[in-house]
């Protein structure tokens, strides 16, 4: 597989927030505080907010989750402050008024329900093949085969993107009262769309779930689990171009046109090799 442009990854890591912003981008302030214990609380609120510093991939992974009916948190542009607000302000009435402007997502917590890792189900992270390890402590068969199609999903959609980071804690599963077990939403696209970290093209994907080291390795996943091919292969389908536009203009910001070049590359490349891996 041909390298990437490196002129077009040094344009890439060159995307800040400020020149995507505009002045009716609108931004919710919050602050930047822990919830406490009070008074007559034994235990501190859940927290309402989870915030990140800026990074271009977020935005864009949660847009393919949408577009691909993936279960994924919702990202949003907050300005930090003393301040819990809790409102939508334009971006123009609060420059130079608040700490900083990061990225924020709602806790998806639901009542009722229990928010794993691997390990809360006493699984190492080295473990190998976590993906078999997880569908045995699905509830019955039925669950087992929703289960198995949220983890292919998630598989698929790192490999597209070059996901570096999919590692416990940064993806959890979702058990409701009658022990049902589900991928819970898809966050933290930060070390994915940037082949830096991909320092070896015949890696597709970093995660401990299922460690794709070869494109062998692949399509033998493949062959164990056959409805795996027409999910990856469905990325060839995959605008990834309209994906970014309609993530950023959905939040009234704008990527700069120069940054387009390396995402085209970066789509036709990996596309390059979801070919190689389903044909």
């Known amino acids: 597989m041909v390298p ?10 060159m995307v800040n927030l400020n020149e995507c912003l505009m002045n009716d981008t609108p931004i919710v302030v919050v602050s930047d505080k822990e919830p406490k214990k009070g008074l007559f609380r034994k235990v501190a609120k859940p927290r309402k907010y989870f915030i990140k510093e800026f990074n271009p991939a977020e935005f864009v992974g949660e ?23 809790d409102r939508s302000m334009w971006y123009e009435d609060i420059k130079g008024k608040c700490q900083s402007i990061r990225i924020a997502s709602p806790n998806f917590e639901k009542p009722g329900y229990q928010y794993k890792s691997v390990t809360d ?3 190492s992270q080295k473990d190998t093949n976590l993906f078999d390890k997880m569908l045995s402590v699905a509830k019955d068969e039925d ?18 993107m070059g996901q570096t980071d999919r590692f416990a804690f940064n993806y959890l599963f979702e058990e409701d009262s009658e022990h049902n077990v589900r991928l819970a939403p898809l966050f933290d696209f930060e070390y ?9 093209p015949s890696d597709l994907s970093y995660g401990d779930l299922y460690h794709f080291g070869s494109i062998e390795e692949c399509k033998e996943f493949i062959r164990r689990y056959p409805k795996f091919r027409d999910i990856l ?11 970014i536009r309609s993530a950023y203009g959905k939040r009234r910001m704008r990527m700069p046109e120069s940054k387009y070049p390396f995402y085209r ?5 990996r596309k390059e090799l979801i070919k190689r891996i389903v044909q």
């Open 4 to 13: 990437l442009d490196l002129s077009l990854l040094i344009e890439y890591n």
């Open 63 to 85: 847009e393919i989750c949408l577009i691909n009916n993936i279960n994924v948190s919702h990202y949003f542009l907050a300005c930090i402050g003393s301040f819990n607000l």
């Open 121 to 123: 189900y006493g699984f």
């Open 143 to 160: 669950n087992e085969k929703k289960l198995c199609m949220d983890m292919l999903k998630m598989l698929a959609l790192d490999i597209y």
């Open 192 to 200: 994915s769309l940037n082949p830096q970290f991909l320092t070896d």
């Open 233 to 243: 292969a469905s990325y060839l389908d995959m605008d990834l171009e309209y994906a």
């Open 265 to 269: 590359d970066f789509d036709e490349k």
